[in-house]
Protein backbone atom coordinates (compact mmCIF):
# COMPACT_ATOMS: atom_id res chain seq x y z
CA UNK A 1 0.00 0.00 0.00
CA UNK A 2 1.24 3.40 -0.73
CA UNK A 3 -0.16 6.96 0.19
CA UNK A 4 0.40 10.04 -0.98
CA UNK A 5 -0.50 13.51 0.65
CA UNK A 6 -1.11 16.73 -1.70
CA UNK A 7 -2.54 19.84 -1.21
CA UNK A 8 0.25 21.81 0.80
CA UNK A 9 1.39 25.15 0.06
CA UNK A 10 1.68 28.92 1.76
CA UNK A 11 -1.39 30.40 2.88
CA UNK A 12 -2.12 33.41 4.92
CA UNK A 13 -3.19 33.07 8.82
CA UNK A 14 -7.06 32.88 8.85
CA UNK A 15 -7.12 31.08 5.16
CA UNK A 16 -8.16 27.40 4.70
CA UNK A 17 -6.47 24.32 2.99
CA UNK A 18 -7.53 20.92 1.76
CA UNK A 19 -5.40 17.96 2.18
CA UNK A 20 -5.50 14.62 0.38
CA UNK A 21 -4.49 11.24 0.82
CA UNK A 22 -4.72 8.96 -2.27
CA UNK A 23 -4.06 5.22 -1.70
CA UNK A 24 -2.77 2.61 -4.01
CA UNK A 25 -2.34 -1.05 -3.35
CA UNK A 26 -5.24 -1.49 -0.89
CA UNK A 27 -7.55 -4.46 -1.12
CA UNK A 28 -10.41 -3.15 0.14
CA UNK A 29 -11.71 -0.15 1.65
CA UNK A 30 -11.86 -0.78 5.54
CA UNK A 31 -9.55 0.89 6.79
CA UNK A 32 -8.44 3.29 9.46
CA UNK A 33 -7.15 6.94 8.80
CA UNK A 34 -5.40 9.34 10.74
CA UNK A 35 -3.43 12.44 9.60
CA UNK A 36 -0.69 13.46 11.58
CA UNK A 37 1.74 16.54 12.00
CA UNK A 38 5.18 17.73 12.65
CA UNK A 39 6.72 20.37 13.03
CA UNK A 40 10.92 21.41 13.38
CA UNK A 41 11.61 20.73 16.76
CA UNK A 42 8.36 19.27 17.72
CA UNK A 43 7.14 15.89 18.70
CA UNK A 44 4.32 14.38 16.25
CA UNK A 45 1.31 14.68 16.66
CA UNK A 46 -1.96 13.19 15.55
CA UNK A 47 -4.37 15.58 14.77
CA UNK A 48 -7.63 14.00 13.06
CA UNK A 49 -8.73 10.01 12.65
CA UNK A 50 -11.40 8.09 11.42
CA UNK A 51 -11.70 4.68 12.81
CA UNK A 52 -13.28 1.17 11.75
CA UNK A 53 -16.66 2.68 12.80
CA UNK A 54 -16.40 5.76 10.95
CA UNK A 55 -16.20 7.91 14.10
CA UNK A 56 -13.80 11.17 13.59
CA UNK A 57 -11.69 12.11 15.86
CA UNK A 58 -9.69 15.64 16.43
CA UNK A 59 -6.96 17.05 18.94
CA UNK A 60 -8.26 19.92 20.88
CA UNK A 61 -6.32 22.53 18.79
CA UNK A 62 -7.87 21.91 15.50
CA UNK A 63 -11.66 21.20 16.77
CA UNK A 64 -14.00 23.05 15.28
CA UNK A 65 -11.12 24.18 12.44
CA UNK A 66 -10.43 20.82 10.91
CA UNK A 67 -12.65 18.63 9.02
CA UNK A 68 -11.80 14.79 8.16
CA UNK A 69 -13.46 12.86 5.65
CA UNK A 70 -12.96 9.91 3.37
CA UNK A 71 -14.37 8.03 0.04
CA UNK A 72 -14.29 4.70 -0.34
CA UNK A 73 -14.56 3.93 -3.40
CA UNK A 74 -11.67 6.07 -4.20
CA UNK A 75 -9.67 5.21 -1.28
CA UNK A 76 -9.08 8.74 0.02
CA UNK A 77 -8.79 10.79 3.29
CA UNK A 78 -9.01 14.62 2.62
CA UNK A 79 -8.37 16.92 6.11
CA UNK A 80 -10.49 20.28 5.42
CA UNK A 81 -8.13 23.08 7.19
CA UNK A 82 -9.96 26.38 8.04
CA UNK A 83 -8.87 29.23 9.96
CA UNK A 84 -5.20 28.59 9.77
CA UNK A 85 -2.85 29.74 12.75
CA UNK A 86 1.24 30.09 12.43
CA UNK A 87 0.77 27.24 14.76
CA UNK A 88 -0.67 24.93 12.19
CA UNK A 89 2.64 24.59 10.21
CA UNK A 90 3.94 21.77 9.84
CA UNK A 91 4.64 18.80 7.66
CA UNK A 92 1.44 16.71 7.40
CA UNK A 93 1.43 12.63 7.24
CA UNK A 94 -1.48 10.68 6.33
CA UNK A 95 -1.32 7.09 7.97
CA UNK A 96 -3.52 3.84 7.05
CA UNK A 97 -3.74 0.48 8.49
CA UNK A 98 -6.05 -2.49 7.84
CA UNK A 99 -6.56 -3.62 11.17
CA UNK A 100 -9.67 -2.65 13.34
CA UNK A 101 -9.58 0.00 15.73
CA UNK A 102 -12.70 1.82 17.21
CA UNK A 103 -14.02 3.79 20.52
CA UNK A 104 -13.83 7.32 19.34
CA UNK A 105 -10.42 8.35 19.88
CA UNK A 106 -7.78 9.22 17.81
CA UNK A 107 -5.37 6.06 16.87
CA UNK A 108 -2.30 5.83 18.51
CA UNK A 109 0.67 5.97 15.79
CA UNK A 110 1.89 2.62 16.33
CA UNK A 111 -1.47 0.89 15.11
CA UNK A 112 -0.43 2.46 11.40
CA UNK A 113 1.07 0.42 9.22
CA UNK A 114 1.03 2.52 5.90
CA UNK A 115 2.17 6.52 5.80
CA UNK A 116 2.55 8.92 3.57
CA UNK A 117 6.09 11.00 2.83
CA UNK A 118 4.24 14.09 3.87
CA UNK A 119 2.67 17.63 2.39
CA UNK A 120 4.08 20.87 4.06
CA UNK A 121 1.39 23.61 4.87
CA UNK A 122 3.26 26.99 5.82
CA UNK A 123 1.28 29.23 7.81
CA UNK A 124 2.48 32.88 7.72
CA UNK A 125 1.58 36.27 6.70
Known amino acids: VQLVESGGALVQPGGSLRLSCVAS????????WGWFRQAPGRQREEVAA???????SYVDSVKGRFIMSRMRAKKTVYLEMNNLKPEDSAMYYC????????????????????WGQGTQVTISS
Open 25 to 32: GMTDASYV
Open 95 to 114: AADQRYYAGGYLIPADHYKY
Open 50 to 56: IDSDGHE
